[in-house]
């Protein structure tokens, strides 16, 4: 990443990989922005060059019709209210126009009560469907170049479980390949959700920040290349509360992943009094906890250099925080409330800490991981996430209170009227995209979220903490057309989202999969959503075939070293 020669130290620590990134564009007038963006920043032949494949035109998806009406589905709408149903959803091009009750559940549906479809127009018969607004992914990595993942890959794989928003923090694939793909996506001329880039801090850079004026420089000079906004993951004090008023100033977004390195002097509640709006992940938020002690208890032989060293005291770290329900557990939770401040857990890709052959064999990657990402989860001392040196139950037990810990906050965040989202980070530590966030989903429904609450944190949560909810998040007249439809209880059963479905016996005794999301709409334009998969597993296939060997468990026979990780990627 030739623009943050300066972060390299820490981009092998923090990453290992070329990071992506995204940014949503949720009406007309944004979507006019981002053209006017994407027109004057083409790619340089190096930024190209260190990018993954850009996503092909759209080849798939039917409309946006005239008139679009969806007959006798049951409607979760997003905003905590309970399921009703049989409704009839009336979209006009892009944009929901009315949402009509037409009877009873278990009795013939009042024909004279449903909207009269207009000519030319189309009709899809949902009758026992469910519909859901479009998930929103605070976390989405749009891949990377030692993954090997192109974006059609990614995009397909989301598109095909319901996410139809994503904010990418980082633009890891370069700032331009970032805003020309939030362009191309909002012109719906990608098979691609709703993109939010939100960059790195310092990216495009060839040195650091030495002093607060040149990083609201720099913030004014990334606002005028489009994006829309920050990922921090900490820096000098008094630079880092700069930029984040700057841009706060600006109206752009700030997240921040508190990183090891910063947050003995940075920590969440410091940044969130700066005007800090998201937190990734957890890091920052036990810290803010301590009451005995100003840093981490670190072995004294640790190095952050060392992944396993990082992850497996990361894994002990809740347990030096204050107690639930003491005083100061219920102080940071009360300032934070008060400041408006959104945590985003990212609760599934640290799942494999506390469970490593759940996440390693989880059924999906035989059909859907590419065998170039399935080498850059391989342990090795090089890549990011790739912590399996000698990993041991020991380290999974610790992992596994530290969640419980971790829950009880999230819970305990959210009844005291705080914002918590989903959000994937996909494409590390044997996590994949789409089917990770319907993890986080699950992991949230584990922490004690009713599902209600669940689909809330991944829809109308997540449209307001980008500041989209007037146009996204929930399925209301006004809002754009972006929905996903199924055809089992997803709150009865989280399960039925991901691709793969879940197993089901039947009458005859013989086990049958039901669910998976059948049509993704996006912008008022009908997917299938299971054929969009299909195209992933042949993509897979099809690397498969040209590289000659299967997924293979490591260490076992056949297992090849993790070649692009071993390069120092």
């Not at 906004?229 to 880092?240: A, L, N, Q, S, T």
């Not at 584990?446 to 996204?472: K, Y």
């Not at 039947?506 to 998976?516: S, T």
Request: glycine residues 10%.
């Amino acid at each position: 990443m030739r623009h943050l020669i300066w972060l390299l130290p820490l981009f092998p620590l923090l990453f290992g990989w070329i990071l992506p990134a995204a940014s949503t564009a949720e009406s007309e007038t944004a979507a006019a922005a981002a053209e006017t963006t994407d027109s004057g920043g083409d790619e340089t032949e190096a930024e190209e060059a260190e990018s993954i494949a850009p996503a092909p035109p759209r080849a798939e998806g039917e409309g946006p019709y005239d008139q679009l009406i969806l007959r006798g589905a049951i409607l979760i709408d997003g905003t905590g209210s309970p399921p009703i149903g049989p409704v009839d959803i009336v979209v006009e091009q892009n944009r929901i126009a009315k949402i009509e009750v037409v009877g009873y559940p278990g009795v013939p549906v009042d024909e004279e009560r449903r909207p009269e479809l207009a000519g030319g127009g189309r009709e899809i018969d949902l009758s026992g469907h469910y519909v859901l607004p479009g998930f929103v992914d605070l976390h989405g990595h749009i891949g990377g170049t030692s993954q090997g993942t192109p974006a059609e890959y990614v995009f397909k794989l989301w598109m095909g479980h319901g996410i139809t928003t994503v904010r990418d923090p980082g633009c890891g694939n370069g700032v331009d390949f970032c805003t020309k793909h939030r362009a191309r996506s909002a012109r719906n001329e990608i098979t691609a959700p709703r993109i939010h880039a939100w960059i790195f801090f310092g990216s495009d850079r060839d040195k650091p920040f030495t002093a607060p004026q040149q990083a609201r420089d720099w913030v004014a000079e990334m606002e005028e290349r489009g994006v829309d906004g920050f990922k921090f993951f900490g820096y000098r004090p008094d630079i880092m509360r700069a930029a984040v008023a700057e841009a706060t100033a600006r109206g752009l977004g700030t997240a921040c992943h508190h990183a090891q390195l910063d947050v003995a002097r940075v920590n969440v509640l410091d940044t969130s009094s700066w005007g800090l709006t998201t937190m990734e992940h957890w890091y920052g938020l036990p810290e803010a906890l301590f009451t005995d002690r100003t840093v981490q208890d670190y072995p004294l032989d640790y190095n952050y250099q060392n992944e396993q060293h990082r992850f497996g005291q990361a894994g002990r770290l809740w347990a030096q925080a204050a107690e639930r329900g003491s005083d100061r557990w219920n102080e940071v939770i009360q300032i934070l409330v008060r400041r408006g401040f959104t945590l985003d857990p990212t609760l599934n890709i640290y799942e494999a800490s506390r469970d490593l052959m759940r996440a390693r064999r989880a059924e999906w990657h035989d059909e859907y991981t590419l065998p170039s990402l399935w080498d850059f989860y391989r342990p090795s001392r090089k890549a990011h996430g790739s912590y399996w040196f000698d990993w041991s139950t020991e380290d999974e037990v610790a992992w596994k209170q530290n969640y419980r810990k971790w829950m009880d906050f999230l819970v305990d965040y959210k009844n005291a009227g705080g914002r918590v989202t989903a959000g994937s980070d996909s494409g590390f530590i044997y996590q994949l995209y789409g089917f990770g966030y319907i993890r986080e989903l699950e992991l949230l429904r584990e922490a004690g979220f009713h599902p209600l609450e669940v689909v809330r944190s991944a829809t109308l949560w997540g449209a307001m903490t980008l500041g989209a909810d007037g146009e996204i998040g929930s399925v209301e007249p006004g809002k754009l057309a972006d929905l996903v439809i199924v055809e089992a209880n997803p709150l009865a059963n989280l399960k039925v989202l991901y691709g793969t479905g879940a197993i089901r016996l039947d009458d005859a005794n013989v086990p049958r999969r039901v669910g998976g999301v059948k049509y993704t709409v996006k912008d008022g334009i009908v997917y299938d959503a299971k054929q969009l998969l299909a195209d992933v597993r042949e993509m897979v296939r099809e690397a498969k075939e040209e590289s000659g060997r299967e997924l293979v468990q490591p260490g076992m026979p056949g297992d090849v070293p993790n070649l692009k990780a071993d390069a120092g990627s």
